[in-house]
């Protein structure tokens, strides 16, 4: 009798039906159930596609807790980390344990190097604030989720529009 065993006993997984562990089951049955919902809901008001359409932003997070799996990390899981690093991250400072005179010296020595290249301090890219780059990625994140928010209002009301307006 031979029985087969993975090498990588961590990667064991119990199937409970059809090859599906039972986290996969249980999500795989709501999402099913909830874009089933939405659909037989909407079909009537939007039609068939539009329906589906929106249905499935609603429907793909949930299949993901189910079946999606990064570094141990289930998919809300790894989104809180996600939106906690975007929204919630401090920026990090450093504290030079140089004195001011030797940071002044390197300063004065760094102003001369860059007169005689042609170069100012100013003008020059690469020496970058990471609270500063920091702060205008949040505003661009920020920025880009009302766009999105904005886009899904404006085409479901673009399709309702489309059922009942024409």
Not at 38 to 55: C, D, E, F, K, P
Not at 135 to 145: E, P, S
């Amino acid at each position: 009798m031979v029985i087969e065993i993975n090498k990588n006993i961590d990667n064991y997984k119990e199937s409970v039906v059809l090859g599906l562990s039972a986290r996969q089951l249980v999500y795989s049955v709501l999402s099913v159930a909830v874009g089933g919902g939405i659909v037989l809901l909407l079909y009537q008001h939007v039609g068939l596609t539009v329906s589906t359409y929106i249905a499935i932003p609603v429907v793909a997070p949930i299949a993901m807790t189910g079946f999606y799996s990064y570094h141990g990390m289930t998919f809300m899981e790894m989104m809180k980390l996600k939106l906690h690093f975007a929204f919630a991250n401090q920026a990090l400072t450093y504290a030079s344990t140089e004195g001011e005179q030797a940071v002044q010296k390197l300063r004065q020595e760094e102003e001369t190097k860059n007169k005689t290249a042609g170069k100012s301090s100013r003008g020059k890219k690469g020496g970058s604030s990471g609270k500063g780059d920091f702060a205008t990625v949040r505003k661009k994140m920020i920025r880009m989720l009302i766009l999105t928010v904005l886009f899904l209002i404006v085409f479901m009301a673009l399709a309702v529009w489309y059922k009942y307006g024409r």
